[in-house]
Nanobody
């Protein structure tokens, strides 16, 4: 059974940093593009960042570009999201997701999802 487990969320003041991790129980983890998405209360799930299977390419939502960094360690089946200069509007549940042989910003293109981790940024 495939599982994606996020960790690293929490409460932080505006301007602070958090590092999210996502451990994936995928046998062929290195064949999956990995994405981070977020969902705030009353809003739709939105794209945050994506990384190719090799880590050679990344893409970010405009709202986080320059503040967030996605990375992966295929030896550890783990993808990370380093979040700096956090703002109150970054408050949401953050989800990691896996898309087989894909590199996409669309929710519907992802095959597996984690349960999410809460990030709360206070002003």
């Amino acid at each position: 059974q495939v599982q994606l487990v996020e960790s690293g969320g929490g409460l932080v003041q505006a301007g602070g940093s958090l590092r999210l991790s996502c451990l994936a129980s995928l046998r062929t983890f290195s064949r999956y593009g990995m994405g981070w998405f977020r969902q705030a209360p009353g809003k739709e799930r939105e794209f945050v960042a994506v990384i190719t299977w090799s880590g050679g390419n990344t893409y970010y939502a405009n709202s986080v570009k320059g503040r967030f960094t996605i990375s992966r360690d295929n030896a550890k089946n783990t993808v990370y999201l380093q979040m700096n200069s956090l703002k109150p509007e970054d408050t949401a549940v953050y989800y990691c997701a896996a898309a087989y042989n894909a590199y996409d910003v669309r929710v519907e293109e992802y095959d597996y999802w984690g349960q999410g981790t809460q990030v709360t940024v206070s002003s």
